[in-house]
């Protein structure tokens, strides 16, 4: 399993976001709140699609500068067409599953991911819990070494199974009913999504509903994470099964500091606190033994409970006001009172896409 030492996530996580001179192909180079390069590397031109995103697409320019909607224009909808990527290049596949800290609002039955919209639909950035990019946008249009084609699963509320934690609310689409999703849908590599074990990775996020819906609970807490577990990683086996090799695992964040938390008791926060360090422990254990028994595999951990935890720590470092507030403001960490703001999650896109995964995969 990839994975990097508390002593270097302290290290990494301690930079900001740095703005890079130019665009690569594909990336971001514009849009609503974007402080990063506004011009695209030679060969490449940077296209407006809507006010939220702009991307370095082909183009025969030696740099493009972001380019702005008309005067009149005042639709927030890309009218920018569908188009597939020239031979000489060739996108990868992320299939992401989770809960509301990576949803970005994709509906499998409409438009499929395509060069002039990565994440397919919604229109760039998708819909994000707090507003603006999430992590998942971050690292489809900006930290990533390739052209990457997102098929993102993940559903606000989601539990791994809604038989052993129900979630909010009964509509919610489980981790269970989005691998069942892609098992209907493009687990057969269909023409429309031509992708193989060797371009595709596979996320997933979860645990932070399962946590936070039960930790009060009676019962074995660390029994339940066994049975959380398990059924989990019964998913992933399908993954496997279907053709994934190549696997991301995120832990649980520390939400018993998230604000919705500190208005809590402190017992109740140690509780939940002590329920996320049994799981977490857990899962990297799962992780392992997934790895040894099956062939091929390569995994990754992105510890989001350190980084949440260091930059909890040390929220200035960072340019947030405090630990504690929350809003839309660019100097809050927490953009409600459960979810990071997307100006935090730019953090998270930025380390896993250049320090978990790397130059690894791909």
């Not at 069942?180 to 031509?194: E, I």
Request: with cysteine; charged share 10%.
């Amino acid at each position: 399993m990839m994975r990097i030492s508390s002593a270097s996530l302290a290290f990494l996580v301690g930079v900001l976001p740095f703005a890079l001179a130019q665009s690569p192909l594909y990336g971001q180079c514009g849009g609503t709140g974007w402080t990063g390069a506004t011009t695209c590397v030679a060969g490449s031109v940077c296209n407006f699609y809507n006010e939220w995103y702009s991307q370095c697409i082909p183009g025969s320019a030696t740099t493009s500068t972001a380019s702005t909607p008309p005067p009149s224009s005042t639709s927030k909808t890309s009218t920018a067409p569908t188009s597939t990527p020239s031979s000489s290049v060739k996108p990868n596949y992320w299939f992401s599953f989770g809960d509301s800290y990576s949803q970005t609002g994709f509906d499998i039955t409409g438009t499929l991911p395509n060069v002039a919209n990565p994440i397919g639909n919604p229109d760039f950035p998708g819909w994000s819990a707090t507003g603006g990019a999430n992590w998942v946008g971050y690292l489809t249009a900006t930290y990533n070494n390739s052209l990457l084609f997102t098929y993102n699963y993940a559903y606000g509320g989601a539990t791994i199974d809604a038989s052993l934690v129900a979630p909010y609310e009964s509509t919610v689409l489980s981790l269970t009913d989005q691998v069942n999703q892609f098992l209907t849908t493009v687990a057969s590599k269909p023409t429309s999504t031509p992708w193989t074990s060797e371009n595709s990775l596979f996320s997933i996020w979860i645990g932070v509903n399962d946590i936070g819906n039960s930790y009060y609970l009676s019962g074995d807490r660390s029994a339940f994470s066994d049975t959380l577990l398990n059924a989990y990683f019964a998913l992933v086996q399908k993954l496997y099964n279907a053709g994934g090799r190549n696997f991301l695992f995120a832990n649980v964040p520390p939400i018993d500091r998230s604000p919705l938390m500190l208005a809590q008791s402190t017992d109740a926060q140690a509780l939940e606190k002590s329920v996320i360090g049994t799981f977490n422990t857990k899962l990297v254990a799962k992780i392992n033994s997934f790895a040894a028994n099956n062939t091929g595999v390569k995994t990754f951990l992105w510890d989001s409970n350190a980084q949440f935890t260091a930059m909890l720590n040390s929220p200035t470092t960072y340019g947030f006001a405090d630990a504690t507030s929350y809003g839309s403001d660019p100097t809050m960490f927490w953009g409600n009172n459960y979810h990071p703001s997307t100006y935090a999650n730019k953090f998270f896109g930025q380390t896993v896409g250049q320090n978990v995964l790397g130059k690894t995969i791909w």
